[in-house]
């Protein structure tokens, strides 16, 4: 197995130096004419640079005279342009201040949430202490066998409800 590899690697060193050694007497031919025939292949130079300097001046002058991607018939264009715009204009910075809406909520927002929520379960607490006759007597005195004798009960979970649902709101 390892003189059949060895055997394969020679070949193709042997087979690249061939090749090098014909590239080699092309190039020592070719040489050989250019040496004859300078004259011609100077002038025939001469005017393969000015074909290749004025394909070059196209090319810019081409470039140059691009449409603007925004006014291209192609959408993904304008789309990309308008993109790489908005982002540009996302980069500058203004230096002229401007006025920030404020946001936040007044002062006396949180503090009115909370005693509310203190109001509502003193409430309830007061209900169960005195069987439903204290803070408010009419539910216990008109509503003996209703959903209304609990009364106070619903008074108080609603202020305290309106208090947590304002502390939601706070900012």
Same mark, same amino acid.
């Given at each position: 197995m390892a003189l059949e590899k060895k055997s394969?690697?020679?070949d193709a060193d042997k087979s690249s130096e061939k090749v090098s050694k014909k590239s080699s007497e092309k190039n020592s031919a070719k040489s050989a004419e250019k040496d004859k025939g300078s004259t011609k292949d100077?002038?025939?130079s001469e005017k393969t640079e000015k074909k290749s300097t004025a394909d070059k001046d196209s090319k810019k002058s081409s470039s140059s005279s691009k449409k603007h991607p925004k006014r291209s018939g192609n959408p993904a264009k304008a789309a990309k342009a308008l993109e790489e715009e908005s982002r540009a204009a996302a980069n500058r910075v203004s230096r002229t201040p401007k006025k920030i809406k404020d946001t936040a909520s007044p002062r006396w927002?949180?503090?009115?949430m909370v005693t $509310? #929520?203190?109001?509502?379960?003193l409430w309830v607490v007061a209900t169960y202490l005195f069987q439903g006759k204290y803070?408010?007597?009419?539910?216990?005195e008109h509503?003996?066998?209703?959903?209304?004798f609990n009364g106070n009960l619903y008074i108080g979970f609603?202020?305290?409800?309106?208090?947590?649902?304002? $502390? #939601?709101?706070w900012k």
């Open positions: 394969t690697t020679d100077s002038a025939a927002y949180a503090p009115t $509310l #929520l203190v109001i509502g379960l803070p408010l007597p009419y539910f216990v509503h003996g066998g209703d959903w209304l609603l202020i305290m409800m309106s208090g947590f649902l304002g $502390l #939601l709101r």
